[in-house]
């Protein structure tokens, strides 16, 4: 473990306890992108953005805290690409289609649902991405540096859509969080980690000025054999 392994891994401990002593988030959220309280408010406030009501496609992440964020997307009429969860199969996206789907739109947003009504798809498969709305554990407020649960997959996902083409450094990238999550302090970000341009809580938004640019794709030294091992794309 690196010296910035331990520090992403403090913060990580830091923000759970924080959320679990309060209760803003359930018992075992340890581990996890933070299932937290106010986000159907947060997913309210980004839709009020200008990058959000622009925005034709938009891709997102899978978990929980980001179901409302799904639901208004396609409620909306947008195209929503949804990761498949741990990139586990060879086309690793679900692309959901509020024209074409078969389900409600509460079932089809959900992790369990997607895979019963959406096609999965690969990168070459996709259209350019207008909007990325990721999970995060910690947000800097300043710099927008985002501390994730360790697992290394939304990193992942848009190293892959940038080498695509599908996202690029004008894609702007949104986080739904709790209040918590947003911390005043500068955190630890390695050389293939991504900020975010908008950390949204359920009582403000953040418009952050990044420090550097966003890695202009998967850089391959820093995949792990488990990676590497569980992620068919990767091998691809």
Known sequence: MTDIDRAKHAVRQHVWDLLERDGT????????????????????????????????????NPDRAQLP???????????????????ATPKPFYLLDPAS?????????????????????????????????????????QSGVRVGKGAGYSDLEIAL????????????????????QLLDDALPDADHDFSVDFAITPNEVVACRRDR???AGIIGSNLRRDQ????????A
């Open 161 to 180: 859509l940038t080498e695509a083409g599908l996202v690029t450094t004008e894609t702007a990238i949104a986080t739904t969080i709790h209040q918590t």
């Open 101 to 141: 789907l078969t389900a409600p739109i509460e079932t089809a947003a959900t992790s369990s649902g997607a895979p019963q009504v959406a096609p999965t798809v690969e990168p070459a498969e996709m259209r350019p991405v207008d909007l990325i709305v990721c999970g995060s554990v910690a947000i800097s407020r």
């Open 25 to 60: 988030a359930p018992l075992g959220v340890h581990g996890h992108i933070p299932d937290f309280v106010g986000k159907e408010e947060a997913a309210a406030r980004l839709a009020e953005l200008d990058v959000w009501k622009k925005a034709r496609v938009i891709k997102c």
């Open 213 to 215: 640019g966003r890695p």
């Open 69 to 87: 964020v799904r639901v208004r997307a396609l409620q909306e009429g947008k195209l929503l690409y949804m990761a498949v969860p741990k990139l």
């Open 228 to 235: 590497l091992d569980s992620i068919p794309i990767l091998r």
